[in-house]
């Protein structure tokens, strides 16, 4: 199983990005799928997580709240993150992480640059 993001780019403050976290390989149970973000010189945070094991409940990070929306296209065994009203504060390599097959991945990241 392999996670690959995608979509991250420069933008100006109130910008909007799309962001794709697409899953290749064998998947037979997947409970959930998210983003983290990792900011210079800071700890990796959580961003966002979306329940696919039923339900697709969503659960966002207070500073992306009312910015952010994790979706899921399950024929395309992808994850999106739309990110709108990008602050500076955003700025971050964005990393998809998934629950499949009983264990978590991580794809590599995809930066996002926000300029003020």
């Known amino acids: ?17 799309r962001l794709s976290c697409a899953a290749s390989g ?7 799928m998210g983003w983290y973000r990792q900011a210079p010189g800071k700890q990796r945070e959580f961003v966002a997580r979306i329940i696919t094991a039923g339900g697709g409940s969503t659960t966002y990070a207070d500073s992306v709240k009312g910015r952010f929306t994790i979706s899921i296209d399950n024929a395309k065994k992808t994850v999106y993150l739309q990110m709108n009203s990008l602050t500076p504060e955003d700025t971050a ?10 264990r978590p991945y991580w794809g590599r990241g995809t930066l996002v640059t926000v300029s003020s």
Not at 1 to 17: E, T, W
Not at 26 to 32: G, L, M, Q
Not at 95 to 102: A, E, I, K, P, S
Request: glycine share 20%; with cysteine.
């Open 1 to 17: 199983v392999q996670l690959q993001a995608s979509g991250g780019g420069l933008v100006q403050a109130g910008g909007s990005l």
């Open 26 to 32: 064998t998947i037979f149970s997947s409970n959930v």
């Open 93 to 102: 390599v964005y990393f998809c992480n998934g629950d499949l097959n009983g």
